[in-house]
Protein backbone atom coordinates (compact mmCIF):
# COMPACT_ATOMS: atom_id res chain seq x y z
CA UNK A 1 0.00 0.00 0.00
CA UNK A 2 2.84 2.29 0.34
CA UNK A 3 3.39 2.66 -3.33
CA UNK A 4 0.24 4.14 -3.66
CA UNK A 5 2.12 7.58 -2.21
CA UNK A 6 4.10 7.67 -5.04
CA UNK A 7 1.66 8.52 -7.20
CA UNK A 8 2.24 11.99 -6.23
CA UNK A 9 3.62 14.15 -3.14
CA UNK A 10 0.64 16.06 -0.75
CA UNK A 11 0.64 19.73 -1.24
CA UNK A 12 1.26 21.80 1.29
CA UNK A 13 -1.86 22.98 3.61
CA UNK A 14 -2.42 25.32 6.61
CA UNK A 15 -2.92 23.37 9.74
CA UNK A 16 -6.30 25.18 10.11
CA UNK A 17 -7.56 23.68 7.02
CA UNK A 18 -5.76 20.28 8.07
CA UNK A 19 -6.79 19.68 11.29
CA UNK A 20 -10.66 20.13 10.51
CA UNK A 21 -10.69 18.22 7.64
CA UNK A 22 -8.35 15.28 9.14
CA UNK A 23 -11.32 15.28 11.87
CA UNK A 24 -14.00 15.05 9.64
CA UNK A 25 -12.15 12.24 7.93
CA UNK A 26 -12.45 10.25 10.92
CA UNK A 27 -16.12 11.03 11.75
CA UNK A 28 -16.56 9.42 8.57
CA UNK A 29 -14.79 6.68 9.03
CA UNK A 30 -16.24 5.72 12.52
CA UNK A 31 -20.00 5.90 10.86
CA UNK A 32 -18.96 3.90 7.80
CA UNK A 33 -17.04 1.12 10.27
CA UNK A 34 -20.95 1.01 12.18
CA UNK A 35 -22.47 0.71 9.22
CA UNK A 36 -21.06 -1.75 7.14
CA UNK A 37 -19.28 -3.54 9.77
CA UNK A 38 -22.52 -3.86 11.64
CA UNK A 39 -24.35 -4.66 8.49
CA UNK A 40 -21.79 -7.23 7.90
CA UNK A 41 -22.09 -8.60 11.43
CA UNK A 42 -25.98 -9.26 10.89
CA UNK A 43 -25.42 -10.57 7.78
CA UNK A 44 -23.23 -13.49 9.09
CA UNK A 45 -25.62 -14.05 11.78
CA UNK A 46 -28.45 -14.49 9.54
CA UNK A 47 -26.88 -16.88 7.00
CA UNK A 48 -24.68 -17.93 3.96
CA UNK A 49 -26.22 -15.84 1.28
CA UNK A 50 -27.23 -12.55 3.32
CA UNK A 51 -23.34 -12.59 4.41
CA UNK A 52 -22.58 -13.20 0.48
CA UNK A 53 -24.50 -10.32 -0.41
CA UNK A 54 -22.61 -7.97 2.25
CA UNK A 55 -19.55 -9.26 1.29
CA UNK A 56 -20.81 -7.33 -2.46
CA UNK A 57 -21.37 -4.23 -0.78
CA UNK A 58 -18.21 -4.12 1.17
CA UNK A 59 -16.59 -5.30 -1.90
CA UNK A 60 -17.75 -1.91 -3.75
CA UNK A 61 -17.20 0.10 -1.30
CA UNK A 62 -13.61 -0.90 -1.60
CA UNK A 63 -13.17 -0.63 -4.92
CA UNK A 64 -14.83 2.81 -5.16
CA UNK A 65 -13.33 4.28 -2.12
CA UNK A 66 -9.41 3.36 -3.62
CA UNK A 67 -9.66 3.72 -6.90
CA UNK A 68 -10.94 7.39 -6.75
CA UNK A 69 -10.12 8.13 -3.50
CA UNK A 70 -6.55 7.95 -3.89
CA UNK A 71 -6.69 8.86 -7.54
CA UNK A 72 -4.76 5.62 -8.64
CA UNK A 73 -3.00 5.72 -12.34
CA UNK A 74 -4.89 3.53 -14.72
CA UNK A 75 -8.56 3.76 -12.69
CA UNK A 76 -10.87 2.79 -15.37
CA UNK A 77 -9.04 -1.04 -15.67
CA UNK A 78 -8.72 -0.62 -12.13
CA UNK A 79 -12.41 -1.01 -11.37
CA UNK A 80 -12.96 -3.86 -14.09
CA UNK A 81 -9.99 -5.27 -12.64
CA UNK A 82 -11.58 -5.02 -9.19
CA UNK A 83 -15.19 -6.25 -10.51
CA UNK A 84 -13.31 -9.78 -11.91
CA UNK A 85 -11.66 -10.27 -8.70
CA UNK A 86 -14.54 -9.77 -6.47
CA UNK A 87 -16.96 -11.77 -8.85
CA UNK A 88 -14.39 -14.39 -9.00
CA UNK A 89 -13.85 -14.24 -5.48
CA UNK A 90 -17.17 -14.64 -4.50
CA UNK A 91 -18.08 -17.22 -7.27
CA UNK A 92 -15.29 -19.66 -6.22
CA UNK A 93 -16.13 -19.74 -2.82
CA UNK A 94 -20.21 -20.39 -3.22
CA UNK A 95 -18.61 -23.62 -5.90
CA UNK A 96 -16.04 -24.21 -3.49
CA UNK A 97 -16.54 -24.21 -0.30
CA UNK A 98 -15.09 -27.17 1.33
CA UNK A 99 -11.07 -26.00 -0.32
CA UNK A 100 -10.63 -23.73 2.68
CA UNK A 101 -9.01 -20.62 1.45
CA UNK A 102 -7.93 -22.59 -1.83
CA UNK A 103 -10.22 -21.31 -4.01
CA UNK A 104 -8.78 -17.76 -3.04
CA UNK A 105 -5.33 -18.01 -3.64
CA UNK A 106 -6.43 -19.33 -7.27
CA UNK A 107 -8.00 -16.43 -7.80
CA UNK A 108 -5.56 -14.04 -6.76
CA UNK A 109 -3.06 -15.88 -8.85
CA UNK A 110 -5.01 -15.54 -11.91
CA UNK A 111 -5.15 -11.91 -11.59
CA UNK A 112 -1.20 -11.46 -11.48
CA UNK A 113 -0.74 -11.62 -15.25
CA UNK A 114 -4.07 -9.48 -15.58
CA UNK A 115 -2.16 -6.93 -13.51
CA UNK A 116 0.45 -7.05 -16.46
CA UNK A 117 -1.93 -7.09 -19.54
CA UNK A 118 -4.33 -3.92 -17.81
CA UNK A 119 -0.72 -2.08 -17.52
CA UNK A 120 0.20 -2.78 -21.24
CA UNK A 121 -3.41 -1.92 -22.76
CA UNK A 122 -2.81 1.88 -21.09
CA UNK A 123 -1.71 3.20 -24.01
CA UNK A 124 0.28 6.31 -24.49
CA UNK A 125 -1.50 7.10 -20.83
CA UNK A 126 1.59 4.76 -19.43
CA UNK A 127 2.99 6.45 -16.80
CA UNK A 128 3.60 5.63 -13.24
CA UNK A 129 3.47 1.92 -13.92
CA UNK A 130 5.12 0.50 -10.66
CA UNK A 131 2.71 2.90 -8.74
CA UNK A 132 -0.15 1.56 -10.74
CA UNK A 133 0.74 -2.11 -10.74
CA UNK A 134 1.21 -1.80 -6.71
CA UNK A 135 -1.86 -0.09 -6.19
CA UNK A 136 -4.24 -1.72 -7.97
CA UNK A 137 -2.29 -5.30 -6.89
CA UNK A 138 -3.32 -3.76 -3.39
CA UNK A 139 -7.30 -3.20 -4.33
CA UNK A 140 -7.35 -6.78 -5.79
CA UNK A 141 -5.86 -8.65 -2.84
CA UNK A 142 -8.34 -6.66 -0.37
CA UNK A 143 -11.22 -7.92 -3.00
CA UNK A 144 -10.32 -11.35 -2.81
CA UNK A 145 -9.40 -11.70 0.79
CA UNK A 146 -12.75 -10.54 1.88
CA UNK A 147 -14.43 -13.11 1.27
CA UNK A 148 -12.82 -15.63 3.72
CA UNK A 149 -15.45 -14.67 5.69
CA UNK A 150 -17.63 -16.53 3.55
CA UNK A 151 -14.96 -19.67 4.15
CA UNK A 152 -15.25 -18.87 8.23
CA UNK A 153 -18.69 -19.31 7.92
CA UNK A 154 -18.58 -22.13 6.33
CA UNK A 155 -16.08 -24.46 8.25
CA UNK A 156 -17.99 -23.57 11.56
CA UNK A 157 -21.13 -24.98 9.87
CA UNK A 158 -19.59 -28.11 9.54
CA UNK A 159 -19.85 -29.23 12.86
CA UNK A 160 -23.41 -29.60 13.98
CA UNK A 161 -23.71 -27.01 16.33
CA UNK A 162 -26.28 -24.93 16.28
CA UNK A 163 -25.98 -21.43 15.19
CA UNK A 164 -21.87 -21.51 16.03
CA UNK A 165 -20.84 -20.39 11.87
CA UNK A 166 -22.83 -17.15 11.74
CA UNK A 167 -21.93 -16.18 15.78
CA UNK A 168 -18.07 -16.82 14.86
CA UNK A 169 -18.14 -14.81 12.03
CA UNK A 170 -20.28 -12.08 13.04
CA UNK A 171 -17.88 -11.89 16.10
CA UNK A 172 -15.35 -11.81 13.57
CA UNK A 173 -16.24 -8.69 12.03
CA UNK A 174 -17.37 -7.14 15.61
CA UNK A 175 -14.33 -7.28 17.08
CA UNK A 176 -12.69 -5.49 13.27
CA UNK A 177 -15.62 -3.10 13.02
CA UNK A 178 -15.11 -2.69 16.92
CA UNK A 179 -11.65 -1.42 17.00
CA UNK A 180 -12.03 0.93 13.93
CA UNK A 181 -14.46 2.45 15.87
CA UNK A 182 -13.49 3.08 19.34
CA UNK A 183 -10.02 4.25 17.84
CA UNK A 184 -11.46 7.08 15.86
CA UNK A 185 -13.05 8.00 18.74
CA UNK A 186 -10.23 8.09 20.70
CA UNK A 187 -8.17 9.44 18.02
CA UNK A 188 -10.82 12.27 17.76
CA UNK A 189 -10.55 13.22 21.62
CA UNK A 190 -6.77 12.31 22.42
CA UNK A 191 -4.49 10.97 19.65
CA UNK A 192 -1.48 10.86 21.55
CA UNK A 193 1.19 9.63 21.16
CA UNK A 194 1.31 10.47 17.59
CA UNK A 195 2.98 7.76 15.18
CA UNK A 196 3.73 11.14 13.01
CA UNK A 197 3.00 14.90 14.19
CA UNK A 198 0.84 15.23 10.97
CA UNK A 199 -1.19 12.27 11.67
CA UNK A 200 -3.44 12.03 13.68
CA UNK A 201 -3.60 8.73 15.21
CA UNK A 202 -1.90 7.56 18.33
CA UNK A 203 -1.02 4.94 20.38
CA UNK A 204 -3.60 5.21 22.61
CA UNK A 205 -6.41 5.02 20.02
CA UNK A 206 -4.41 1.16 18.90
CA UNK A 207 -4.70 -0.03 22.82
CA UNK A 208 -8.08 1.03 22.71
CA UNK A 209 -8.82 -1.09 19.15
CA UNK A 210 -7.25 -3.99 21.13
CA UNK A 211 -8.81 -3.86 23.97
CA UNK A 212 -12.52 -3.63 22.57
CA UNK A 213 -11.19 -5.92 20.07
CA UNK A 214 -10.77 -8.72 23.24
CA UNK A 215 -14.17 -7.65 24.85
CA UNK A 216 -16.14 -7.89 22.03
CA UNK A 217 -14.66 -11.11 21.22
CA UNK A 218 -15.40 -12.33 24.79
CA UNK A 219 -18.82 -10.91 25.14
CA UNK A 220 -19.49 -12.62 21.78
CA UNK A 221 -17.78 -16.66 21.55
CA UNK A 222 -17.68 -16.97 25.80
CA UNK A 223 -20.12 -19.60 25.62
CA UNK A 224 -18.61 -21.55 22.81
CA UNK A 225 -17.12 -24.82 23.51
CA UNK A 226 -14.24 -24.01 20.95
CA UNK A 227 -13.36 -20.75 22.46
CA UNK A 228 -13.27 -21.08 26.25
CA UNK A 229 -9.94 -20.46 28.89
CA UNK A 230 -9.59 -16.89 27.05
CA UNK A 231 -9.34 -18.37 23.39
CA UNK A 232 -12.51 -15.72 22.27
CA UNK A 233 -10.39 -12.83 24.42
CA UNK A 234 -7.14 -13.78 22.35
CA UNK A 235 -8.66 -13.74 18.97
CA UNK A 236 -11.02 -10.58 19.50
CA UNK A 237 -7.84 -8.83 20.87
CA UNK A 238 -5.76 -10.03 17.99
CA UNK A 239 -8.17 -8.84 15.38
CA UNK A 240 -8.72 -5.43 17.54
CA UNK A 241 -4.94 -4.47 17.04
CA UNK A 242 -4.40 -5.60 13.97
CA UNK A 243 -7.47 -3.54 12.93
CA UNK A 244 -6.35 -0.51 14.41
CA UNK A 245 -2.95 -0.69 12.88
CA UNK A 246 -4.25 -1.06 9.43
CA UNK A 247 -6.86 2.01 9.78
CA UNK A 248 -4.12 3.58 11.07
CA UNK A 249 -1.99 2.93 7.60
CA UNK A 250 -4.90 3.82 6.00
CA UNK A 251 -4.87 7.60 7.40
CA UNK A 252 -1.22 7.34 6.03
CA UNK A 253 -1.92 6.56 3.02
CA UNK A 254 -4.49 9.35 2.50
CA UNK A 255 -2.12 11.89 3.97
CA UNK A 256 0.35 11.23 1.88
CA UNK A 257 -1.76 10.89 -1.30
CA UNK A 258 -3.56 14.11 -2.94
CA UNK A 259 -7.51 14.37 -2.20
CA UNK A 260 -9.74 15.05 -5.45
CA UNK A 261 -10.47 19.05 -5.59
CA UNK A 262 -13.98 17.60 -5.94
CA UNK A 263 -16.48 15.26 -6.58
CA UNK A 264 -17.17 11.51 -5.17
CA UNK A 265 -13.28 10.42 -4.96
CA UNK A 266 -13.10 13.35 -2.49
CA UNK A 267 -16.32 12.36 -0.02
CA UNK A 268 -14.97 8.08 -0.45
CA UNK A 269 -11.31 8.76 0.62
CA UNK A 270 -12.23 8.35 4.45
CA UNK A 271 -14.31 5.41 3.84
CA UNK A 272 -11.12 3.34 3.34
CA UNK A 273 -10.28 3.20 7.33
CA UNK A 274 -13.22 1.16 7.75
CA UNK A 275 -13.41 -1.24 5.06
CA UNK A 276 -9.32 -1.95 4.23
CA UNK A 277 -9.55 -3.37 7.56
CA UNK A 278 -12.43 -5.59 6.91
CA UNK A 279 -11.37 -6.76 3.91
CA UNK A 280 -7.48 -7.44 4.50
CA UNK A 281 -7.98 -9.16 7.59
CA UNK A 282 -10.70 -11.77 6.49
CA UNK A 283 -8.25 -14.45 5.93
CA UNK A 284 -6.73 -13.61 9.37
CA UNK A 285 -9.82 -14.28 11.13
CA UNK A 286 -10.48 -17.34 9.48
CA UNK A 287 -6.81 -18.52 10.24
CA UNK A 288 -7.17 -17.31 13.54
CA UNK A 289 -10.29 -18.90 14.05
CA UNK A 290 -9.15 -22.30 12.76
CA UNK A 291 -5.95 -22.55 14.65
CA UNK A 292 -8.23 -21.79 17.78
CA UNK A 293 -10.19 -24.96 17.36
CA UNK A 294 -7.71 -26.87 16.48
Not at 62 to 67: H, N
Not at 70 to 82: E, F, S
Not at 113 to 139: E, K, Y
Not at 267 to 293: D, Q, T
Amino acid sequence: MAAVTETTSAPARDDADAVPDAELGLLVTLAAAVVLGGGLAAAARAGATPLLAGVAVVQFVLAVSWVFGTQLPGRKGAVVLAALAAAGADVAVSVWPHGKLGPLLAVLGLAVPVLFVHQLTRGAARVQVVSSMSAVAALVLGEVALPALLQLRHEFGTGGVDGLAGKVAAAAVAAIAGAVVIGCLVDLLLPAPRFDPEVPRGLLGLIAAAGLGGALGYLLLRHQTDFIGGRSVFVGAALGALAGLIAIAMAFVLHSTVPPERGVGRRVRPLLGAVAPLAVLAPAAFLLCLAIRS
